[in-house]
């Protein structure tokens, strides 16, 4: 089935890392993303993975994916309070390339 | 480069009217995508169409909603007779290709009262 998941909330220290964690059920995707959504605001493509690839790092984003354990992590290098935001993960099939699976978000606050 | 670009930003219908979303997909795009999102919720796929054609409406209810892309235009997604349980933001992505990143609108949200 189709199916993507991740916890729902991430507190973390400002200046800290902040990782966020997914799973995902279907092991035919092509690209994993991660989008960001601030408050009233549309999804903002933060990066995303090929599903032949294991890590890309964007400045202070890391994406490792485990195919294997159909894990994916998106890992920000120092934490600021702009990062407050909800953090989708998202997946396309192969089967059906037309259509993304989101995950339910994971909200992402800073503390001072 | 403009964005996805979508209108309204904000929608308020009664019960039983009509509601049209409107979505310019980003210049060189010509796939388009419509999502739902209800509240505290990930997006869920509605409707995939390429000029003129839909390709895809597996996610869209059976009735009271629609979907067009025509060859001149915005993408239009239709919702008549709106009941209170459609209030969500509604998502338009746009992609160069099918198997390219989707890049999202800022959303509609609906209100229905």
């Known amino acids: 089935g189709e199916d993507v998941e991740q916890s729902l909330f991430l507190s973390v220290r400002e200046g800290d890392s902040s990782v966020i964690n997914c799973t995902y059920t279907d092991s035919s995707s092509t690209y994993l993303y991660w989008y960001k959504q601030e408050p009233g605001a549309g999804l903002q493509l933060l990066t995303y993975i090929f599903s032949n690839m294991d890590m890309k790092q964007d400045q202070r984003l890391t994406v490792l994916l485990n195919k294997k354990d159909k894990h994916l992590s998106l890992r920000i290098a120092d934490t600021q309070t702009g990062d407050s935001a909800i953090y989708f993960c998202?997946?396309?099939?192969?089967?059906?390339?037309?259509?993304?699976?989101f995950g339910s978000g994971t909200r992402l606050s800073i503390r001072p | 480069n403009a964005g996805v670009m979508q209108n309204p930003r904000h929608l308020v219908r009664r019960r039983g009217q009509e509601a049209r979303l409107r979505c310019s997909p980003m210049k060189g795009h010509s796939h388009v995508y419509w999502y739902r999102q209800l509240p505290e919720e990930g997006l869920k796929f509605m409707v995939y169409?390429?000029?003129?054609?839909?390709?895809?409406e597996s996610g869209m209810p059976k009735e009271r909603f629609s979907a067009e892309f025509p060859k001149e235009g915005p993408s239009i997604l239709r919702i008549q007779q709106v009941v209170r349980g459609d209030s969500a933001a509604y998502f338009c992505a746009s992609s160069p290709d099918s198997d390219q990143p989707q890049h999202f609108g800022d959303g509609t949200r609906l209100s229905i009262l």
């Open positions: 998202a997946e396309s099939l192969r089967s059906s390339a037309s259509k993304i699976i």
């Open positions: 169409l390429q000029k003129e054609n839909i390709i895809d």
